[in-house]
């Protein structure tokens, strides 16, 4: 993983980026005007529906409990989650958080890209040293500003081109997206938003996970 990885990634990245990290199935973020209030992709707004909706029923809450009301309705996801602030706010803590949770394995130990049948190949270890963990943060933020719909240039590498041949796992994936949904609820960030960011790190899902 160099430093430009994930995503979210996170994706934010195609989302992602998590990367990252549009964010509708293609490697780069597309921007929707004037508003961007979906990742649009059905399904990867279900998953973020459902992320939400488990995690209400799991704290006794109806549905819809925390939207956001009378917010201005031509505002983007990007204006909404603080605009450069919110986002850096958000990628700080959801990096810090991720990296820190083995489940994720973003620092991809014992993972190699390349080789056949498992023989050659090399590793996909990626070390998160001060540098490359602020790399990281910054094509992070950048790729969540493009996405939802803020002025600004993403700088990374396309999300298929940056995961390839890191066998990623759904799991993996999965645990990503949580610690992601954490950090939003730490920073209480409203449900809609939530839900709307999550639709974006999921439709990342097809670039960044492979079976394993």
Request: hydrophobic share 40%; net charge neutral.
């Amino acid at each position: 993983m160099n430093t430009t990885r994930f995503l979210g990634s996170i994706s934010v990245a195609c989302a992602i980026g998590l990367a990252a990290v549009g964010v509708t199935g293609c490697d780069t973020p597309e921007r929707k005007q004037p508003e961007f209030h979906t990742s649009g992709s059905r399904e990867a707004d279900q998953r973020a529906e459902q992320r939400i909706s488990k995690d209400q029923q799991l704290r006794g809450e109806a549905a819809g409990a925390g939207a956001a009301k009378d917010k201005p309705t031509k505002a983007t996801l990007y204006e909404r989650l603080g605009s450069a602030a919110g986002i850096d706010l958000i990628v700080g803590d959801f990096v810090d958080r991720v990296i820190a949770d083995p489940r994720t394995n973003w620092e991809r130990k014992g993972v190699k890209r390349g080789g056949v049948l498992g023989l050659g190949g090399h590793a996909a270890e990626w070390t998160p040293n001060e540098e490359n963990v602020a790399a990281l943060k910054k094509h992070l933020a950048q790729f969540i500003a493009v996405a939802t719909g803020g002025p600004i240039e993403y700088e990374g590498r396309k999300v298929a081109e940056v995961h390839h041949g890191m066998k990623i796992t759904n799991a993996e994936f999965d645990a990503s997206i949580g610690a992601l949904k954490a950090s939003l609820d730490a920073l209480k960030v409203p449900l809609d938003e939530q839900k709307e960011l999550l639709a974006v790190f999921e439709s990342t899902r097809p670039q960044i996970a492979e079976k394993r």
